[in-house]
């Protein structure tokens, strides 16, 4: 019973969505059953980010309660999930300190702490960029030099200062470039791999309606 | 002329530091050398204002061309779809979108699919462009914020917007709102203005492009701009902006040069101090490779 109602829920919802999808949704009454399972997904998806934010709490706290190893970093965590969820679900008609909006704690916190952090780790990618770069990009073979070279003339392209030195060898190159690397190249291997992923996730999508993948039951 | 000494100018800049500091990064074998030197050469152009100028693309000449054919005061969504780490390079294509959009007295509608920032970000953007404009929230322009789900968001918004948001960011019911007052699905949008930096890009495409018929643009990170070639190729994707360059693009085509335009500089001198750094580590292998079959011989 435990496999099989879930199994017929999501049946059932695939079919309506599928079926909908043939049919005016003014029209019929799948189109208005379709409009209400997707209202269902967006409010089941609101419970599953806060089950996500219990989940997380609740993991660090215990690790805080029993001193586990780095319980330090998982206090600021929780600190943190509070300073943040607080003052934002506080409605903002108390004071506009609260809420989600512009010159609240949430807006404040998210903008000078949050944004920066984030904007921070990312950059951070540079560096090992750069250095992965140096380290082990290297001409081994023909295809790992065709390789070198395709990325050469496309990080030269992509900057004002390169497409301009591209420019003086040949006025056309840049434009070369763009038609024949990014255009031509890059497009067809893009779209075998876009055509392949499609394949994959309807035969999957087919599996999951049909009851045969049930690895999201956590059989 | 000009131009090109410059790029010499600034090539010699470039090369003689990064050859003593990777030089010493190979010798030592310690990354610092080159974490220095790539901050060095992000740094200096943001400090010594080093610009050349910016180039259009065919992609980011074919979106700017098809905002401007539509109609004035038509509906436009414009999509926050990126996170904060991402802004330097998204956050341009926003702000001159929503130059050309509000230029053209369009009506603007924002949403997200990113719970982290994606509202407050879109909420700042567009009132910080909207006060420039003399634009007035309600009647102009209307941030519906964030909702869970993203695919279901997409699909259900092509039936009615209201069902999905029945408010907005702030809580306003969209009843009460004027500007909502004729739109009700996609078919009331002229456009829609992808910003992303992650998959959702797709999804625009696969189920609003291609089930609802919308026209879609958009702009993305650099790292994603190549696989979107192949839905601009195929007419699902009108036009594409591709990382900071294509937001400088866009920025240069409405006519306010923006902290993309500036940002070309410091991209500039990493992508050539990246270059030379792989031209030089490949060097160094050959001749160490050289080196070593000599010894074997001997």
Redesign the interface.
Known sequence: MRTIVPVIIAFLSGMV?ILA?FFD?EKSIL?EL??NV??W??I???F??LLGVVSIFRVNLIAVKRRHDGWGYKLVTLISILAMAIPAIIP?KLSPLF????DSI??WL??YL??PM??T??AML??Y???A???A???RNTEATLL?IA??LV??W????????LA?IHPDL?QAI?TYI??GI??AV??G??IGAALGAAAMSLRILLGIERTYLGK | MLEVLKIVAYTILICIPAAVLLYLTFKTDDRRYLFIAVAFYVVFPVVVTISFPTSLSPESITLYEAVDALPDSSTVLLTFDYYASTLAETEPMSRAALHHLFKKDCRVLTVTTIPLGGPTISERVTRDLAEEYDKVYGLDFVNLGYKANYVAVLKGMGSSISAIYPADNSGTPLSEIPMMADIKNYDDIDFIYVVADNGIVEYWISIVQSQYQAQVGCGVTAVMAPKIYAYVSSGQMTGLLGGMKGAAEYEKMVGHPGSATQGMGAQSMAHLFIIVSVISGNLMFFIDRKRGRKRKLS
């Open positions: 969505m999808f949704p189109g379709e409009q997707l209202s997904v967006t089941v998806g609101g599953t980010l903002s809420g989600t909006g512009t949430y807006d998210f903008n949050d944004a984030m904007a780790m990312f540079a560096f960029i750069s250095s770069a140096f380290r990009f290297r001409a070198l990325a050469t990080m030269l992509r900057v004002p200062m390169g497409e301009i030195a003086y840049p763009n990014m255009g890059n497009m893009q779209r791999i876009i």
